[in-house]
């Protein structure tokens, strides 16, 4: 019956169903009208009308479908119910089609450096959308975890972004919050991630005062690491964003301070300008003033290799191995620094 349909109407018909997150329907209007329901605009209207608090699991795979056009045949094949709109003459529809305001596919501070096809930029504003109108990390997760073989981009922006915000705020730390939206976080670099994510290990009502639990280690595993995967997406960023210029002033700070603590020959030469160098600093700037903290994180912390990823890498490395042993002679040499 949709093919009696015209083009507005079978947009406005979209519109309906999305709006009472009747997916199954959706799934056997869109195959029909391929010629009025372009993959753009479906995904358009999905990200516009349906629900942010609709759970992600009953929705990824008709996206997955509407992205490819490659539909998968429904067990039940339904009947549209076409009755929403068949009182619509033509120019009404036109008429309210014009008004919907649609949301375009361009997603709040979306990279240069990330891939440019629909499905990417559809995930990355839709969760976006969740965590700004539902504030549910937990469907941002739900969301993206099916499509983490899309791309690589989509892997690292979940692992380095979602996860620390899902862990802390849902698994380590309920009830509180970070105080970032996921966009927010996502441009956070530098030592301002170090102080943003190990902020509630250090602090006494969380049971890190003078007689740490443990919470250090598992932070800096569980947090900053899955963090730190995103360190060279972060960088190209950064490179986009001033042209050539990498501003490692806070950086070469610390390389500079660690630099002349010499052990086993290892000195500034071993600087590789990545993330874990603000963990170095903090671990001696923290040292000086509450030595138990750092204690505590050397004793249960083997350094950048022992982190925490959720298995969510698919058993990649994150780091060469070249850079891999600089960073564990650093961290040998800030550990050095904060004891003496």
Request: proline fraction near 6%; aromatic fraction near 8%.
């Amino acid at each position: 019956m949709t093919d009696q349909l015209t083009h507005d109407q079978c947009v406005l018909l979209t519109v309906h169903y999305a709006s009472e997150a009747n997916i199954d329907v959706l799934h056997a209007l869109t195959p029909s009208r391929l010629d009025a329901l372009d993959p753009k605009l479906v995904l358009r209207i999905l990200l516009t009308y349906l629900p942010e608090t609709v759970d992600p699991s009953l929705y990824t795979t008709y996206v997955r479908e509407v992205a490819s056009r490659l539909y998968l045949e429904q067990k039940e094949p339904l009947e549209v119910d076409i009755s929403p709109v068949k009182d619509v003459s033509p120019a009404q529809a036109q008429k309210r089609v014009k008004k919907l305001n649609l949301l375009d596919l361009v997603p709040p501070s979306f990279p240069p450096n990330a891939p440019d096809d629909l499905l990417t930029r559809f995930i990355c504003f839709r969760a976006a959308r969740i965590d700004k109108e539902a504030g549910r990390l937990d469907l941002v997760s739900d969301l993206i975890v099916p499509f983490l073989d899309h791309n690589e981009w989509i892997r690292t922006w979940f692992i380095s972004v979602v996860l620390p915000l899902l862990r802390f705020e849902n698994e380590y730390y309920p009830g509180a919050e970070i105080g970032k939206s996921v966009d927010e976080f996502s441009k956070v670099d530098g030592p301002e991630g170090i102080d943003i994510l190990l902020a509630k290990a250090t602090d006494t009502e969380h049971g890190a005062g003078s007689e740490p639990n443990g919470n250090v280690a598992r932070d800096i595993k569980g947090l900053v690491g899955p963090w730190m995967y995103g360190h060279t997406d972060r960088k190209r960023r950064k490179l986009y964003r001033t042209k050539g210029d990498d501003r490692r002033g806070s950086v070469d700070s610390t390389t500079r301070r660690l630099g002349r603590i010499s052990l086993s020959g290892v000195s500034a030469e071993d600087s590789t300008g990545h993330d874990w160098e603000h963990v170095y600093k903090w671990m001696v700037d923290t040292a000086a003033q509450r030595f138990t903290i750092v204690l505590a994180a050397i004793e249960e912390w083997d350094g950048p290799g022992d982190v925490d990823l959720g298995g969510y890498d698919d058993g990649q490395r994150y780091l060469a191995e070249e850079v891999l042993q600089k960073l564990e002679r650093q961290y040998a040499q800030a550990i050095f620094a904060s004891v003496y």
